[in-house]
């Protein structure tokens, strides 16, 4: 009887955890589907913001964790945020923090300052949630009243 018990009890274990992982729910249905993507667009002062920064932080808060996730913004406003390897970008709720090139100065086109508190996630107040398996549109308009626009 014990070398029944022997032979019955990994087997019963090998089974129970093949029915684990193929059941909704298990480890397989995290890789599953399509990659989650995030792009959009940047606009200050209804003009694309040329050269700047966009960057997703997971937000502890709401349950998100993980690294910060960045992006430039190309020459039309546009940015995509890609992580190395072909690896996904989790879902979940991120605070976005946005930062204008270092050369951005008040012109006669743009008469006001880039705030500098949206380049910290923790101050911004910009929050979006990325949902999986589709792809994530943000587009961030910054206007700033150019009487209160001050470094």
Known sequence: MSMLMRLCVPIVALLFGVAAVALPGGCSRKTAGKPTTVRGAVTFQG????????????????????????????????????LTDGIPISPGWYRVALAAPPTLEPTS???????????????????????????????????????????
Do not use: H
């Open 109 to 151: 086109a743009v008469s006001a300052f880039f705030p500098p508190k949206l380049a910290r996630p923790d101050m911004s107040g910009l929050v979006r949630e990325v949902k999986p398996e589709q792809e994530n549109v943000f587009e961030f308009a910054i206007e700033v009243p150019v009487n209160v626009a001050t470094r």
């Open 47 to 82: 003009r694309p913001l040329v050269g700047g920064v966009v960057v997703f932080t997971p937000d502890p808060e709401r349950g998100s964790s993980g690294k910060p996730i960045r992006g430039n913004v190309g020459a039309d406003g546009r940015y995509e945020l890609r």
